[in-house]
């Protein structure tokens, strides 16, 4: 019974804590073909290098 409740303790404490999760911040990626700059919040693919050095950003504008 005591390990139910460490259990139901445990999930609710995760339920909580993700109910608190932001989106995922915006970054310029870089083109490997042309060095063409695109701004996304999510991995573009191995044609892509992150910039992380030009900030991130709350919105898909990158400013």
């Known amino acids: 019974m005591k390990?139910?409740?460490?259990?139901a303790g445990l999930i609710a404490a995760?339920?909580?804590a993700s109910a608190f999760a932001?989106?995922?911040p915006f970054m310029?990626?870089?083109s490997k073909?042309?060095?063409s700059l695109a701004c996304s919040n999510a991995y573009m693919g191995?044609?892509?290098e992150?910039?992380?050095q030009l900030g991130t950003f709350k919105n898909a504008a990158c400013r």
């Open 33 to 35: 073909l042309n060095g």
């Open 46 to 48: 191995s044609g892509w």
């Open 14 to 16: 995760v339920c909580a």
């Open 3 to 7: 390990s139910k409740m460490i259990i």
């Open 22 to 24: 932001g989106p995922a």
């Open 28 to 30: 310029w990626y870089k």
């Open 50 to 52: 992150p910039q992380p």
